[in-house]
């Protein structure tokens, strides 16, 4: 690990070229697009310390390195890999590769647009959305087996290829081990995709939690084209009471698997 006392624009200049800043995040956190060795690279910082945003740069920072431990401990294609770790003055700099695409998510207003890619995702044969719903859970059974509980994973976390159609799960700062106590009443997330008790101050939080979430995740990607099997899997996944869903990822990973089997 490098370390320096430049903020980080500076500390970046010296490793590469910057082609694109991003800094519309509600989390205060900034980051950039640069190519470092010859190669385009996705590099993520908490920002400045005196930004204004709903978390503190500490926050920000913890949750930076959360996901540094997270990258190092889980491996998979749809993962974009981190490549190193820069220190700076403002905190760490995390330089993961480049993954094309557009994020599905996008803002409230936008969700009608036909020219939106969520819109456009949302219009692609349903065996290209069932695809990216494969993908998203292979990574969340690698996950769930290593016991971790997703946080804040929302479709603002797809980045998907329309040309190659390929997936790429990001920002995934907030997953960590459980299970553990809400803390903070509403917690960070889309209410589109939260369970129940992600709303409930010391409510727990665990696997059955992200099996709520996944759930979700299928229904709002595919609609009207959620039926049999899998829709059977996602009515249970996203049931209000923790104790009727399936009891973890691996366990719903499991039975979207055998639906999707089945024909679906």
């Given at each position: 690990?490098?370390?320096?006392?430049?903020?980080?624009?500076?500390?970046?200049?010296?490793l590469?070229?910057?082609?694109?800043?991003f800094?519309?995040?509600?989390?205060?956190?900034?980051?950039?697009?640069a190519v470092?060795?010859?190669?385009?690279?996705?590099?993520?910082?908490?920002?400045?310390?005196?930004?204004?945003?709903?978390?503190?740069?500490?926050?920000?920072?913890?949750?930076?390195?959360?996901?540094?431990?997270?990258?190092?401990?889980?491996?998979?294609?749809?993962?974009?890999?981190?490549?190193?770790?820069?220190e700076?003055?403002?905190?760490?700099?995390?330089?993961?590769?480049?993954?094309?695409?557009?994020?599905?998510?996008?803002?409230?207003?936008?969700?009608?647009?036909?020219?939106?890619?969520?819109?456009r995702?949302?219009?692609?044969?349903?065996?290209?959305?069932?695809?990216?719903?494969?993908?998203?859970?292979?990574?969340?059974?690698?996950?769930?087996?290593?016991?971790?509980?997703?946080?804040?994973?929302?479709?603002?976390c797809?980045l998907?290829?329309?040309?190659?159609?390929?997936?790429?799960?990001?920002?995934l700062?907030?997953?960590?081990?459980?299970?553990?106590?809400?803390?903070?009443g509403?917690?960070?997330?889309?209410?589109?995709?939260?369970?129940?008790?992600?709303?409930?101050?010391?409510?727990?939080?665990?696997?059955?939690?992200?099996?709520?979430?996944?759930?979700?995740?299928?229904?709002?990607?595919?609609?009207?084209?959620?039926?049999?099997?899998?829709?059977?899997?996602?009515?249970?996944?996203?049931?209000?009471?923790?104790?009727?869903?399936?009891?973890?990822l691996?366990?719903?990973?499991?039975?979207?698997?055998?639906?999707?089997?089945?024909?679906?």
């Amino acid at each position: 690990m490098s370390s320096s006392d430049e903020p980080p624009e500076r500390r970046l200049a010296r490793l590469g070229t910057v082609f694109a800043r991003f800094d519309r995040q509600d989390s205060g956190n900034v980051s950039y697009g640069a190519v470092v060795d010859g190669e385009r690279c996705f590099v993520k910082t908490a920002g400045h310390p005196d930004a204004t945003a709903f978390l503190d740069h500490a926050r920000r920072v913890d949750l930076l390195r959360n996901a540094v431990r997270l990258a190092r401990a889980h491996r998979h294609p749809a993962l974009p890999a981190l490549r190193m770790v820069v220190e700076s003055a403002h905190g760490p700099m995390l330089v993961y590769d480049w993954a094309d695409g557009d994020l599905i998510g996008v803002p409230r207003a936008h969700r009608d647009d036909p020219a939106s890619p969520y819109r456009r995702f949302l219009a692609l044969p349903p065996g290209r959305v069932l695809a990216a719903l494969d993908t998203i859970v292979d990574v969340h059974d690698l996950l769930g087996q290593a016991g971790e509980v997703a946080g804040d994973f929302y479709d603002g976390c797809l980045l998907y290829d329309f040309i190659t159609h390929r997936l790429s799960l990001i920002d995934l700062d907030n997953y960590r081990p459980g299970p553990y106590r809400n803390d903070m009443g509403r917690m960070f997330g889309s209410s589109r995709f939260m369970a129940p008790e992600e709303f409930t101050l010391g409510s727990v939080i665990d696997q059955r939690t992200s099996v709520f979430t996944l759930g979700r995740t299928a229904q709002l990607l595919l609609g009207d084209h959620l039926h049999g099997p899998l829709q059977q899997v996602t009515t249970r996944a996203t049931h209000p009471n923790p104790e009727e869903r399936h009891g973890s990822l691996p366990e719903f990973c499991a039975a979207w698997r055998a639906a999707r089997q089945a024909g679906c």
